[in-house]
């Protein structure tokens, strides 16, 4: 038994970042949360949700699992406006999700989550870890956009450095300590990472948000950040890009 309202810009805000790297998920119902973990085909980046009980207006559950095509998701979540809230109810008989938003209710078939993976989460202490708000890295995302298929992402004591070089063409964004959240970087951490998986995620994180950027030399990054007053957690890895001599 699954039932629960919520926010649907809360919703939405899960799903749309979710989708950016898969089609399909599985959702691991709890007594008093949410979650689940996906990784991309080709297994460059992977995330980790977290949804607590608390981020839904109310919430009544227990152990299963759900597999939902997200496409069929949006497109539920089109039909809500910014104020709406979602009832969702899971019918195990039936195999089914039901949506209620106002006098609309649409219902959809699950998808079976045999097949679908369960990643495990890597274990990795990165040295530097920059705290920023979301709005300067897609301010800085929409310059490096067509320069090069790359980008490089660097941290030291003095500052975060965000930037993109083509064969003619670049574009940077330097944010000095002073204009940062958070900084903890005793030297200079540094690491090329694939432009598009980490441009999809950056536009789909709702304005406002604050982000922790964790990175070191060569290694994956890993981006945390929150949804729903704090009770929705994120951690996105990405691999990094490894320039041979």
């Given at each position: 038994m699954f039932k629960a309202e919520i926010k649907s810009d809360v919703l939405k805000g899960i799903v749309y970042i979710v989708s950016t790297l898969v089609d399909e998920v599985k959702f691991s119902i709890r007594p008093d949360s949410v979650g689940l973990k996906a990784i991309d085909p080709a297994h460059v980046a992977m995330i980790e949700v977290n949804v607590s009980s608390k981020a839904f207006v109310s919430y009544s559950a227990d152990e299963s699992e759900i597999g939902l095509d997200l496409d069929k998701v949006k497109s539920?979540?089109?039909?809500?406006?910014?104020?709406?809230?979602?009832?969702?109810?899971?019918?195990?008989?039936?195999?089914?999700?039901?949506?209620?938003?106002?006098?609309?209710?649409?219902?959809?078939?699950?998808?079976?989550?045999?097949?679908?993976?369960?990643?495990?989460?890597?274990?990795?202490?990165?040295?530097?870890?920059?705290?920023?708000?979301?709005?300067?890295?897609?301010?800085?995302?929409?310059?490096?956009?067509?320069?090069?298929?790359?980008?490089?992402?660097?941290?030291?004591?003095?500052?975060?450095?965000?930037?993109?070089?083509?064969?003619?063409?670049?574009?940077?964004?330097?944010?000095?300590?002073?204009?940062?959240?958070?900084?903890?970087?005793e030297g200079r951490a540094f690491s090329l990472y694939p432009l598009d998986y980490f441009s999809n995620i950056v536009k789909v994180i709702p304005a406002g948000t604050a982000i922790a950027i964790q990175l070191d030399n060569d290694y994956p990054v890993k981006l945390l950040f929150n949804l729903a007053e704090g009770e929705a957690s994120f951690v996105y890895f990405l691999a990094p890009r490894i320039e041979s001599d």
């Open positions: 539920v979540l089109k039909l809500a406006g910014p104020s709406d809230n979602i009832i969702m109810e899971h019918d195990p008989d039936q195999g089914r999700l039901t949506f209620r938003i106002g006098n609309i209710t649409r219902s959809m078939s699950l998808v079976d989550t045999g097949s679908m993976s369960d990643p495990k989460v890597p274990a990795i202490d990165l040295s530097a870890e920059v705290q920023v708000g979301i709005d300067q890295l897609q301010r800085g995302i929409r310059a490096a956009e067509s320069i090069s298929d790359h980008i490089s992402l660097a941290a030291d004591p003095e500052g975060f450095e965000l930037s993109c070089k083509g064969d003619t063409d670049s574009a940077t964004l330097r944010i000095p300590a002073s204009d940062l959240m958070g900084l903890k970087s």
